[in-house]
C-alpha cells in the first residue's frame, strides 16, 4: 500500500473460498490527497491466453480519521457515501465478463452506470440495516428509530423541488444536443424554465455558462442518467423491501442479473430479467416522499 491508511481487501467466494477480485480503500482525508470520494479501476477482469486476469479496485474518500483513541466516527452522509462508492467497487469487481471492454463497470451505458451505486445507498435508510451498523460508539446503544425517522423527513424536505431542478437541467441538457442548428442557448433555457420551474430565475442568471457537467464532465446529452438511474435504483431496491432486504435469493438474482453482466447486454433487459417488469416510477416517488403509495 501506498500510505499507512490504506487497507487492501480481497473478496472471498463463499463456496470454494476462491479469490474473486480485490479492494484498496483509502478512506481517510490526507494532506495533499484530492477531495472528494470515488472509485476507481486498478486491474479488470480479462481472460488471458493462459489465466484470467482479476478485478482491482481503488475506493477513495476523504473521511476523518480515528483521534486518539476514538475510532473513526462518520457521520451519516459519509456513510451513504461509501456505500455509493462501494456500489460501484462491487458492480467492478463482482463482473464475469472475460472481455475487458465490457467487464465490469466498462461498457455498461451511461443512463444505468450509477444505478448499482445508489442501489447500495439504499442501506443507509433502512431499520434493519441501520441496526447492524449504527450504534453509539461508547454506549452501543442503537440509532432510535425516532431520529432516523427525523432523518427521513431532513432527506426528503424539497424533494419536488430537487427532483424538478434536475429535470430541468436534463431537459435543457438533451434539446441543446438535439437541436438541428445552433439554438440561442439562453432562450433555450428560458423555454426550459417555463415549462420547469416554479420560482423564476433572475435575468442576470448565467447558469448554462458553469454547466461543468455537460462540457468537461462526459454528461453531455447524458445528465438525464442521473435521475434515471435514481429510478432503477428504487424500483430494484422495491423488490428487496418486498421480499426481504437481506433475502439470499433476491440478492443473488441482482448478483447474476446487474452484477455480473458488465456491459455486455442492454441495461433495460437486465433491469426487466430481475425485475420481471419494465421500471416504474412509483417506487422513487414514494421514497423521494412524494406519494404515499
Given at each position: 500500500?501506498?500510505?499507512p ?27 495533499n490527497?484530492?477531495?472528494g ?55 467492478h469487481?463482482l463482473?464475469?465478463?472475460?472481455v475487458?471492454?465490457?467487464a465490469?463497470?466498462n ?8 444505478m448499482p ?11 434493519d440495516?441501520l ?34 431542478r ?11 444536443h438535439?437541436?438541428q ?44 442518467s442521473?435521475?434515471w438511474?435514481?429510478v ?10 418486498e ?26 433487459d437486465l ?16 421514497q ?6
Open positions: 500500500v501506498w500510505h491508511d490504506v487497507v487492501c481487501f480481497d473478496l472471498v467466494a463463499s463456496d470454494n473460498g476462491e479469490i474473486i477480485g480485490s479492494l484498496y480503500a483509502d478512506l481517510y482525508v490526507r494532506k490527497k484530492r477531495g470520494a470515488w472509485m476507481d479501476s486498478c486491474i479488470h477482469r480479462q481472460r488471458q491466453e493462459q489465466s484470467l486476469q482479476k478485478p482491482v479496485a481503488f475506493l477513495s474518500c476523504n473521511f476523518t480519521p480515528p483521534i486518539g483513541n476514538d475510532p473513526a466516527l462518520l457521520s451519516h452522509n459519509e456513510v451513504e457515501t461509501l456505500f455509493h462508492e462501494f456500489g460501484h467497487t462491487l458492480h469487481l463482473t464475469e465478463v472475460d475487458m471492454g465490457v465490469g463497470i461498457g455498461v451505458a451511461w443512463d444505468a452506470v450509477e451505486s445508489q442501489f447500495l445507498e439504499n442501506w443507509c435508510w433502512h431499520p440495516s441496526q447492524l451498523i449504527a450504534s453509539h460508539y461508547k454506549t452501543g446503544d442503537k440509532l432510535p428509530h425516532e431520529l432516523l425517522d427525523k432523518m427521513r423527513a431532513a432527506k426528503n424536505f424539497q424533494s419536488g423541488m430537487q427532483t424538478l434536475q429535470v430541468e437541467f436534463a431537459l435543457f441538457d438533451m434539446r441543446l438535439a437541436a442548428t445552433t439554438p440561442d442557448v439562453q432562450a433555450l433555457l428560458d423555454t426550459v424554465r417555463e415549462e420547469i420551474a416554479i420560482i423564476p430565475t433572475p435575468s442576470y442568471n448565467r447558469f448554462q455558462n458553469s454547466f461543468g457537467h455537460i462540457f468537461a464532465g462526459g454528461y453531455a446529452a447524458g445528465y438525464y442521473y435521475k438511474s435514481e432503477l435504483s428504487a424500483d430494484a431496491f422495491e423488490r428487496f423491501e421480499e426481504g432486504i437481506f433475502n439470499r435469493k433476491t440478492g443473488q438474482d441482482f448478483l447474476h442479473s446487474i452484477l455480473q453482466r458488465g456491459g455486455v447486454d442492454d441495461p433495460n433491469f426487466i430479467e430481475f425485475r420481471g417488469r419494465p421500471p416504474q416510477l412509483q417506487p422513487l416517488l414514494r423521494s416522499g412524494l406519494s404515499d403509495r
